[in-house]
């Protein structure tokens, strides 16, 4: 079993599956607000004349939908559009652009009926409309002519060009990639890539990789490796092998056929962001064998944090002790840090508390400050890692950030979602990992006095230098 196996999906406190898949609620809430379009899509685009039809695709229909991790981020669930007519019937068929128009028209007519859609998206894209929800969410409406007689589907664009596109073959062949004993690993061994890409990204845009380029290599890395069946091994042995398989694969071939039609290549990235995607893939499938490599829990989730950044959960603890394997002596004392409260940026000293946070209100200032500076060795650099959580984060689509350089003994922070946080202080050096310091923020509603801090004991573990990821 796979030492982070616990952490990806498995009994603890937080896992990396439970930070990146909508909530029970937030399924709800989109599935009750697509059913409701395509419901009132299809009454009303009946009235053309053509029998009109609905289908749910993408990440969606694949169960490989992921929450937003940055603020600004949307969830993003597709519902095709299909007017039915057969090649007998094409005197006086309607042109691409006209199917678009017609569903374009209906969007912007039940904006003012729905009370939960804040925009159509106009102009409309070039191969989709878009609905914009609130919630962090949109709902893109494909448009397609459907010929009954063939079961084929070409894609309306705004430009008037017909697209051969099958979206409902592609979703048949991953579903039946592997049986349905590993179905559901499959979906989750996608959406921890999908959660890598949202992060590993942020400077190169360009050269993240698309959902279904995911979500092809990664069932074909599957089956390339296993076949139809995945064994019974954790979901972060599966993804070690699986990263290695695609990286392989992809560092000697960048094309990635669509394996219902050949003749499309699903790579989408430009050829001028290839070496930038290549260059964080490695990236991931090092931080992997690192973890296979690694002796102990602690060690194994330190090298993937350094992949998947705020998504990944520690374990729960509140400082982590590097000792080195020889010696069995720690590499550097775990910091201390000093959390000074104030009333706003700039403003009032309210309190200061050290290595917690036990109680503080919304919209307040925190200054964290490394207290035994002369600890930190001189070459280290100290990665600073916010990891929010709960309702009001998740509504947001603010799950977290980063930030690391060399002599960053202080960062700041505002107080915005309710809740248990976490600011994560770990110090490198070389790459390697020498010492973290986990401070919990609990933040609070309502004008609570601050109390003095509770004297108590530090949950330490210790773990013994691992292999540079």
Not at 299 to 314: D, G, H, I, R
Not at 351 to 373: C, D, G, Q
Not at 396 to 421: C, N, P, Q, W
Request: net charge negative; charged share 25%; glycine share 6%.
């Amino acid at each position: 079993m796979g030492k982070a196996v616990r952490l990806f999906n498995g009994t603890a406190e937080q896992t990396l599956y439970s930070r990146v898949t909508p909530t029970t609620e937030q399924r709800a809430f989109l599935q009750e607000q697509w059913n409701a379009l395509a419901e009132y899509l299809k009454e009303r685009l009946a009235v053309q004349g053509y029998p009109v039809s609905t289908w749910l695709q993408g990440s969606y229909k694949y169960g490989t939908l992921i929450k937003p991790v940055h603020k600004g981020e949307e969830y993003d669930v597709d519902v095709g559009v299909y007017f039915a007519w057969n090649p007998e019937e094409e005197d006086g068929a309607p042109t691409a652009q006209e199917l678009r128009s017609w569903v374009q028209s209906v969007l912007c007519e039940y904006k003012s009926s729905c009370v939960e859609l804040t925009e159509v998206l106009e102009p409309p894209k070039e191969r989709c409309s878009r609905a914009v929800y609130v919630k962090q969410f949109h709902i893109d409406t494909p448009t397609y002519r459907l010929i009954p007689s063939t079961d084929q589907r070409r894609l309306a664009c705004l430009s008037g060009r017909w697209e051969d596109s099958d979206p409902k073959q592609l979703y048949k062949w991953f579903r039946d990639t592997v049986d349905p004993d590993s179905r559901s690993q499959l979906r989750r061994l996608v959406r921890y890539l999908k959660g890598w890409a949202a992060v590993a990204f942020d400077d190169v845009p360009e050269a993240r990789p698309s959902s279904i380029f995911l979500t092809v290599t990664s069932a074909e890395a599957c089956c390339e490796v296993w076949g139809v069946h995945i064994p019974s091994i954790g979901d972060d042995d599966v993804l070690v092998a699986v990263v290695d398989r695609i990286y392989k694969r992809l560092a000697q071939d960048r094309s990635v056929p669509n394996p219902v039609d050949k003749t499309e290549d699903l790579n989408r990235i430009p050829m001028d962001a290839w070496d930038a995607f290549l260059q964080r893939l490695r990236g991931l499938n090092d931080s992997a064998q690192a973890a296979n490599a690694a002796e102990d829990e602690s060690s194994a989730v330190l090298a993937w944090e350094q992949a998947f950044s705020f998504l990944m959960p520690l374990p729960e603890t509140d400082e982590l002790e590097v000792v080195e394997s020889a010696t069995e002596k720690a590499l550097m004392q775990v910091p201390d840090i000093d959390i000074a409260v104030y009333d706003r940026k700039g403003g009032a000293l309210l309190t200061t508390y050290r290595n917690e946070v036990p109680n503080v209100e919304r919209n307040r200032w925190l200054v964290f400050n490394i207290v035994n500076k002369q600890a930190v060795p001189d070459s280290a650099e100290i990665g600073w890692t916010v990891r929010n959580d709960g309702e009001k984060a998740d509504y947001i689509g603010d799950l977290g950030h980063s930030k690391k350089g060399r002599g960053m003994f202080t960062v700041e922070e505002s107080t915005a979602y309710l809740g248990k946080h976490y600011m994560d202080c770990v110090v490198f050096c070389d790459g390697s990992v020498f010492a973290v310091r986990r401070v919990t923020v609990s933040i609070n509603p309502g004008q609570q006095k601050l109390a003095a801090q509770a004297p108590r004991a530090w949950v330490k573990l210790r773990t013994r230098r691992g292999r540079r990821g």
